[in-house]
């Protein structure tokens, strides 16, 4: 036993130097784990702003900023470059351009001056052109209440004669609105069957002899 108690102790002695040694170690181990990747760390940022601080190119961010702010102050204050639009012009504007072309190219087609005569004449808007084709171009005019009167008496004349009253309004019509060209006596019987009928309702609606939707359409309330 005694010498079995002096080998325990011997252990007991040897185990803790073992120990004290080993936490003799351990504490500068663990500070050295722990503290390397603080110092890494540290060291990274210290590089960086002296990066930025003192750039080999002589980068100062101050002065970049205050550059970039000016030249934003610049972009703002030009002004913008606006492309003039260009006008476009709607269908009926297209159309109403074709049929003065078709006019003016025309045999014989009326000068600016009849035109201008026309309007004194009869008011500013009340002289109007129609094409149903290049060859097929009529200017007229609205007929008056005296006018109309008259052809009124005269188909009824003419229906008291044995004649077709409706053909002799219509007639009647076409050739006291139609200013040009001038009809002559063979107009109705060479021309397309549906010219006279469509010229004389053309100028009965210049006339404002217009159908109740169309009225309606006209109308507003105040």
Excluded at 6 to 35: F, H, N
Excluded at 53 to 76: C, N, P, R, V, Y
């Amino acid at each position: 036993m005694p010498h079995n108690h002096k080998s325990v102790i011997a252990s007991l002695k040897e185990a803790q130097r073992d120990v004290e040694a080993g936490v003799a170690v351990l504490p500068r181990e663990k500070k050295t784990v722990v503290a390397a990747p603080q110092a890494a760390s540290v060291q990274k940022e210290e590089n960086l702003m002296n990066d930025i601080q003192d750039d080999g190119d002589g980068f100062d961010l101050d002065a970049e900023l205050q550059k970039a702010m000016s030249a934003a102050e610049e972009a703002q204050q030009e002004p913008e470059e606006v492309e003039a639009a260009v006008p476009t012009k709607s269908p009926e504007e297209s159309l109403h351009d074709q049929v003065k072309a078709y006019l003016h190219a025309s045999d014989n087609a009326p000068s600016e001056a009849d035109i201008d005569g026309w309007k004194r004449k009869h008011g500013k808007h009340s002289v109007h052109v129609v094409a149903f084709a290049p060859d097929h171009v009529y200017v007229f005019r609205h007929l008056t209440g005296g006018e109309w009167d008259k052809i009124q008496q005269l188909s009824e004349q003419k229906r008291k004669a044995g004649a077709d009253p409706s053909k002799a309004m219509k007639e009647s019509i076409v050739r006291q609105g139609v200013l040009w060209p001038k009809l002559d006596v063979n107009f109705f019987a060479n021309s397309p069957a549906g010219i006279p009928d469509t010229l004389s309702d053309s100028i009965l609606a210049a006339s404002y002899f217009l159908r109740p939707e169309v009225t309606f359409n006209l109308t507003t309330s105040l």
